[in-house]
């Protein structure tokens, strides 16, 4: 019965935190550039699998797209998401760092999240979902009036 319960801690204790997140609405001015920094610790027998960046409106939306995957060798996949192969972000998205997703050329309110995919210390593949993150374009020009 121990054997079986050390068994099932090291399970659980083979997870994937995020450390650091971006504040759950960013405000940027339309036409400007975002950067949505994650960070992530994992467990010593934690095998990184990828990690994944999707876009979606409004949550809990089925009209989610993903964005890019970053694999293991820090290669990065920029994935299409229209019918010619092409992408609803070509050329406006970048990766930086641990898990930073740069969108270039705001123009409209979305949201965004990251997913880091892992493989865990018995071999099961498993994922950590960040909190959506809502972007928020405001037009160029402001009138106030009194």
């Not at 068994?7 to 949505?36: C, D, H, M, N, W």
């Not at 995957?69 to 092409?86: C, F, I, M, Q, T």
Request: hydrophobic share 35%; net charge positive; proline share 4%.
């Amino acid at each position: 019965m121990v054997a079986n319960f050390s068994f099932i801690v090291s399970i659980i204790k083979a997870v994937v935190r995020f450390s650091v997140s971006p504040k759950r609405t960013e405000y940027v001015q339309e036409g400007q550039t975002v950067s949505l920094k994650w960070e992530y610790t994992t467990e010593a027998s934690d095998k990184l699998r990828g990690i994944i960046w999707t876009s979606y409106d409004p949550p809990g939306s089925t009209n989610e797209l993903r964005l890019a995957v970053k694999l293991p060798g820090g290669s990065v996949v920029y994935l299409p998401n229209k019918p010619k192969g092409e992408s609803l972000y070509q050329g406006r998205i970048n990766i930086k760092d641990q898990a930073t997703l740069e969108i270039t050329n705001v123009t409209l309110d979305n949201f965004y999240r990251c997913a880091v995919v892992y493989q865990d210390s018995v071999g099961l593949d498993k994922s950590t979902l960040s909190e959506a993150v809502k972007v928020t374009a405001s037009g160029r020009y402001y009138f106030t009036h009194h």
